[in-house]
Structures are given as C-alpha cells and as structure tokens.
C-alpha cells in the first residue's frame, strides 16, 4: 500500500504524512509542484528524524506519476475526495491500493479526480466542509490497512509490529 499527495501546499502536512508512513510501513509518493520546498524547515520539523528512513518517491508532475504507476502498476488508485458519496468506511480496500489526498487549498483538478479507481468520502455532520488533509490521510489508511496487512498480522490484544 502506498499514500500519494497531490501537490501538497503545507510542509508540515507532508512531513507528518511521511512520518506516518515510516511507522506504518506504507510507501509516499509526492506529486509536484509542491507549495514549497521539500527541503523546507517545516517539512523536516514534521518529519523529524524519520524522513530518513522513508520509503518516499518524487514525481515531478501528474503526466509523470500516471507514468510511473504505467511502468510499475501499484494497484488501484483510491482518491479522497469531499466530491463522492462512497463513505470510506463501505470500501474493501486491497494490499496495492494507492491512497491519495488532494492539496490542502484545492483538492485535486477534475482530470486527477477522473483518472481515480476508486473516490472515497469521510462522512461528516452537515454543513462541515473537510478534515486536515494529514487527519483524513490517516483515518482512511488506518482503515485500509486493517483490512488488509493487519487482519493478518494482529493477535487479539497486540499491537501492530
């Protein structure tokens, strides 16, 4: 399983993202243009000293990360998205699904939103716009991974290695 941020806006998001990843062994792809820099201050304050241990790949475009899942099919690709009536919670995710988020300012253009398997929603009181972008990225993959990796992993009262 991986996570994909399309052309993220706030380092600090990216940074916890990339961190939560290292502790739940799933891979981030960054799709840019980014709304700074990656070797930004806040990137590396949220990512602390796990940015090292990552399992990050860089896409300098959408063209070339549509080119790499191409080259080395990932699976499906599931978007969250406040545009879709599938709550998360009724999808049955797979090992290889990709998770992407959209930017923190403007979710994702209508040609991404297109090109995804899947579209999935959070559910929310009425009248709510969203969640941080970093918050619904690790509700959903706690999700998918429980479905998948965990189910098979976890004894009844132990934690996930």
Known sequence: M???LFEPDIPQNAG????LGVCLGVGV???EPCGF???DRGLKRAGMDYLKNADFRRHVSWDRFQDHLRRE???RLVLLTTRS???YADFRFQPEDTLM????SAGVPTHVHAA???RLVIPMLPGRRSLNVAQAAAMVLGEALRQTVWQATIRPGAAPA
């Open 2 to 4: 991986r996570l994909a």
């Open 16 to 19: 916890s993202l990339i961190r």
């Open 29 to 31: 792809d960054i799709i």
């Open 37 to 39: 820099l990656l070797t």
């Open 73 to 75: 099919p990932q699976g």
């Open 85 to 87: 009536s599938q709550s």
């Open 101 to 104: 988020v959209g930017r923190e």
């Open 116 to 118: 995804a398997d899947a």
